[in-house]
């Protein structure tokens, strides 16, 4: 959500048209909302593919975790032996 504020200023920068008249000293600025609308089509649906690429890949990665099969042998027989000796 913090995206979305921080893009809309560029969103509609990237719809201004600035145009600056020499002969009369004038500055005019025009906003296009067609271009602003498309831009933000356009990065609604990347931020929509980057999620669902972000889900696909957190779905193979739990699978491959899943399909993990793991072989412990354990002797029961083995011993320790303490080679540390008190030392008082």
Do not use: H
């Amino acid at each position: 959500m913090r995206i979305l504020m921080i893009a809309m200023p560029a969103l509609l920068l990237c719809a201004c048209n600035v145009s600056k008249d020499e002969a009369n000293n004038t500055v005019s600025v025009t906003y296009n909302e067609e271009v602003a609308a498309n831009t933000a089509a356009d990065v609604t649906n990347t931020a929509q593919n980057i999620a669902s690429d972000i889900g696909n890949e957190a779905k193979s990665t739990a699978a491959k975790v899943n399909n993990t099969d793991i072989s412990v042998k354990v002797n029961k027989d083995e011993k320790t032996e303490n080679t540390t000796a008190n030392k008082q």
